[in-house]
C-alpha cells in the first residue's frame, strides 16, 4: 500500500495563496492517477482536481482557473497551487492515488491524512 503524505496547508486571507505537497512513498512512474480532495466539516469529501498518467488535468468547476494540479516525478510529488483563495475553499485536503482518474473519491484507495487550510475574509 502506497503511502502519502500532505503538507503546506495554513491560514490565509482571501485573495492569497498557497501551495500543498504530497509526498509519495512509493515511485509514480506513471502508473497511478493522483487527485485532490477537499472535506468540510460534516460533508462528503469534495474532487477538488486530479491529473493522469499522462498529465492531462481535470478540476471541478469550484476551483477551475484558480487552482493548478502538477506533479514532479523525479521528486515523487504530487503538487496542488491554489491561487486566490476564498473563505468557502476552507477545507482539510488529502491528495490520493488510484487507477481510476475520476473525482469519486471511491475510487481511490490509496489516501494522504490530509492538511488543513483557513481563509478568512
Known amino acids: 500500500q502506497m503511502q502519502l503524505e500532505e503538507s503546506g496547508g495554513g491560514s490565509v486571507q482571501a485573495g492569497g495563496s498557497l501551495r500543498l505537497s504530497c509526498k509519495l512513498s512509493t515511485y509514480m512512474a506513471g502508473r497511478y492517477c493522483l487527485a485532490w480532495f477537499r472535506q468540510f466539516p460534516h460533508k462528503e469529501r469534495e474532487g477538488v482536481a486530479y491529473i493522469d498518467r499522462g498529465g492531462t488535468t481535470k478540476y471541478a468547476e469550484a476551483v477551475k482557473g484558480r487552482f493548478t494540479i502538477s506533479k514532479d516525478h523525479a521528486e515523487n510529488t504530487l503538487y496542488l497551487d491554489m491561487n486566490n483563495l476564498r473563505p468557502e475553499d476552507s477545507a482539510t485536503y488529502n491528495c490520493a492515488a488510484g487507477y481510476a482518474c475520476?473525482?469519486?473519491?471511491?475510487?481511490?484507495?490509496?489516501w494522504g491524512r490530509g492538511t488543513l487550510v483557513t481563509v478568512s475574509s
Open positions: 475520476s473525482l469519486i473519491f471511491a475510487n481511490y484507495p490509496d
